[in-house]
């Protein structure tokens, strides 16, 4: 992937959509809904937004006519797995018996630089190719995994939040750390990393069954050092795995506990699925600022259950959307808000395209505390922006013709759509070369 310069101002003109807040869950008519159809984005040369009008603007813009297109915010994907590129789709099992069969010898691989390099290339370009362009991401329990990862995001010029993946017990050989080497190379990596360009670390525990009490107290003490850090896990994905976390922490009080005792929840923590919580365990989450990343697709796939979207807003926390491929079978945005509709229909609710598409823009970045910075056309964010096709296809294209309002209209969009729709995709005012897409 290229990345060329905006050597002046830059004008889109498209069918403009964004959030100015939260949208209802349900209402199909919302205020929080900014749609500006046949508007112009204006981006500076610094990469950032610098308004929205809808008279043409002056020469000191580029201007790029994409009229009759939708113009989004790039999007957000809050959970995601590096080296799982290469098991997407695979067959038959569930949680536990997918990561040894499928999982664990796909990320034994990234232990060699020249995998990780090039494994780190290829995701970041088909994130860009399915118009993500900012991503909470485990790489694997290598060092060399995680700086591949950040190496390759700085070059894109991508927002990226990763962190080398601790695992000290119960993983296969050539995936198991040890406490003090985990925590000199975490150090090490926020160091080098932490803050640099567009780039975040993460204190990345795979999951509470493969670290060691120790190594869960040495990732929570790397957090209360420093609150700028982030936090990512999994937490009650399946039941199996609550019940196997049970057996290994006898006293926590719930899996979520074993978390919240080590300090590893706070308002940068990330955790994906969320499923198998109670009230106890929303009132935490609520109460630490953290978040749910929603794994719609890898939830259905893997049959671990159905998230319950509404109880969670009813707590009050923070839940974003996430692809988790490769257990989710699609880096697509669209596809798994598609999934999230209907694992909520399954639970008897309506997920509005407007909640749907929120979480994964504005909503996201304000659950990663990046909403100054990215999420939606406010002026002076950076230019995170995807143009995407209304419709691709006679299907889409005769739905399209027929849909009448706004949200009948962006519902089919989001339903039909997917990264075929997408045109160009622009990473902080610059556009980014994408690999075709079949």
């Given at each position: 992937m290229t990345v060329s310069p905006t050597p002046q101002g830059l004008a889109?003109?498209?069918?403009?959509?964004?959030?100015?807040?939260?949208?209802?869950?349900?209402?199909?008519?919302?205020?929080?809904?900014?749609?500006?159809?046949d508007h112009w984005l204006l981006i500076g040369p610094d990469g950032r937004i610098a308004g929205v009008q809808k008279e043409e603007p002056g020469p000191e813009y580029r201007r790029e006519d994409h009229a009759g297109k939708l113009?989004?915010?790039?999007?957000?994907?809050?959970?995601?797995?590096?080296?799982?590129?290469?098991?997407?789709?695979?067959?038959g099992t569930e949680l536990l018996d997918w990561l040894n069969k499928y999982t664990f010898p796909a990320e034994c691989r990234y232990a060699d630089p020249a995998v990780a390099r090039a494994g780190a290339g290829h995701f970041l370009d088909a994130l860009l190719a399915h118009g993500t362009t900012t991503a909470v991401v485990f790489p694997t329990v290598h060092k060399v995994s995680a700086e591949a990862l950040f190496e390759a995001a700085r070059q894109r010029g991508m927002r990226l939040i990763a962190g080398k993946v601790l695992m000290d017990r119960h993983a296969?050989?050539?995936?198991?750390?040890?406490?003090?080497?985990?925590?000199?190379d975490c150090i090490d990596l926020i160091d080098r990393w932490h803050g640099v360009d567009r780039l975040?670390?993460?204190?990345?525990?795979?999951?509470?069954?493969?670290?060691?009490?120790?190594q869960l107290a040495m990732a929570g003490a790397l957090c209360k050092a420093d609150a700028s850090l982030y936090m990512q896990?999994?937490?009650?994905?399946?039941?199996?795995?609550?019940?196997?976390?049970?057996?290994?922490?006898?006293?926590?009080?719930?899996?979520?506990?074993?978390?919240?005792?080590?300090?590893?929840?706070?308002?940068?923590?990330v955790l994906a699925h969320g499923i198998w919580l109670d009230a106890q365990d929303r009132r935490t989450l609520t109460n630490t600022g953290a978040q749910v990343a929603f794994c719609p697709s890898s939830n259905l796939f893997l049959g671990s259950g159905l998230f319950d979207w509404p109880a969670a807003r009813g707590a009050g926390f923070a839940v974003s959307v996430a692809s988790d491929v490769g257990g989710g079978t699609s880096l697509s945005i669209q596809r798994n808000l598609l999934d999230g509709y209907k694992v909520q229909a399954m639970g008897g609710h309506r997920l509005s395209a407007w909640a749907a598409l929120?979480?994964?823009?504005?909503?996201?970045?304000e659950a990663l505390q990046l909403g100054d910075e990215i999420g939606s056309f406010d002026t002076g964010l950076l230019a995170d922006v995807c143009v995407w096709d209304w419709?691709?296809?006679?299907?889409?294209?005769?739905?399209?013709?027929?849909?009448?309002?706004?949200?009948?209209?962006?519902?089919?969009?989001?339903?039909?759509?997917?990264?075929?729709?997408?045109?160009?995709?622009?990473?902080?005012?610059r556009s980014a070369a994408l690999p075709t897409v079949g």
């Open positions: 889109l003109r498209g069918d403009l959509l964004d959030f100015g807040a939260q949208p209802g869950w349900a209402a199909l008519e919302d205020p929080a809904v900014r749609y500006r159809p113009i989004l915010p790039g999007f957000i994907d809050t959970h995601v797995h590096c080296p799982q590129l290469d098991v997407i789709g695979s067959y296969p050989d050539g995936l198991r750390d040890d406490v003090a080497q985990a925590e000199r975040s670390y993460a204190v990345t525990v795979r999951f509470a069954p493969t670290s060691t009490p120790a896990t999994h937490v009650a994905e399946n039941r199996s795995e609550v019940e196997w976390v049970a057996q290994l922490f006898p006293t926590a009080r719930s899996y979520l506990d074993v978390y919240a005792r080590e300090g590893l929840l706070h308002p940068r923590a929120h979480a994964a823009t504005r909503g996201a970045a419709a691709r296809g006679p299907v889409a294209q005769a739905r399209h013709a027929v849909a009448r309002e706004l949200h009948e209209k962006v519902f089919a969009w989001m339903s039909l759509s997917d990264e075929r729709n997408l045109v160009r995709s622009f990473v902080a005012g």
